[in-house]
């Protein structure tokens, strides 16, 4: 009877690293990973077609403390961004032979949510939508990067060089 407790203490806890040993092991420290960029049309809620595009990474998180709760359940107000928002793009435009970042106020700095994730460790891909009511730059990137919750800033990546010259709604491809 000892002889097959013990055995089965042994497959047990041979099961048990095992398992730990199967599972990736991620950095704490959240790391994003630029995939692609899309343009397309869509038609908006007054019938008008209207230029959008989809910025897509993948990232992964060791303990899964990404994303945010819904803002109705953050208190207060005047809370920095970092509290307030998770994910941010900067906007980089070219201009005389070299690009340069697009100041905030000139609508250059993008801020979103992450939705409140929770699983360890967290690996995934999102998806980011961009809306270009009128074009004010015509040939663009994005360099981007997230924090967790407890404050962990990723990498930063950026996307492709994304060119708006001659865009019709027939010529519209993913970069």
């Known amino acids: 009877m000892a002889r097959y407790v013990t055995s089965l203490i042994l497959?047990?806890?041979?099961?048990?690293l095992s398992c730990d040993r199967n599972e990736p092991h991620y950095?704490?420290?959240?790391?994003?990973?630029?995939?692609?960029?899309?343009?397309?049309?869509?038609?908006?809620?007054l019938e008008q077609l209207k230029l959008s595009g989809d910025l897509l990474f993948n990232f992964t998180d060791g303990d899964g403390d990404i994303g945010l709760l819904p803002v109705s359940e953050n208190p207060g107000t005047g809370l920095p961004?970092?509290?307030?928002?998770?994910?941010?793009?900067q906007l980089h435009d070219y201009r005389d032979n070299g690009f340069i970042k697009i100041p905030e106020d000139e609508g250059g700095f993008y801020k979103y949510r992450i939705p409140y994730l929770d699983k360890k460790p967290l690996t995934g891909s999102i998806s980011i939508k961009i809306d270009y009511p009128t074009i004010k730059f015509d040939t663009?990137?994005?360099?981007?990067?997230?924090?967790d919750r407890a404050f962990h800033k990723s990498n930063t990546d950026s996307s492709d060089i994304i060119i708006f010259t001659g865009i019709e709604p027939d010529s519209i491809k993913s970069f």
């Open 11 to 16: 497959i047990i806890a041979a099961s048990v």
């Open 27 to 45: 950095s704490d420290i959240p790391h994003i990973d630029y995939q692609s960029f899309s343009l397309y049309y869509e038609v908006d809620t």
């Open 81 to 89: 961004d970092t509290i307030l928002y998770n994910l941010f793009l």
């Open 140 to 147: 663009i990137f994005y360099t981007f990067y997230l924090y």
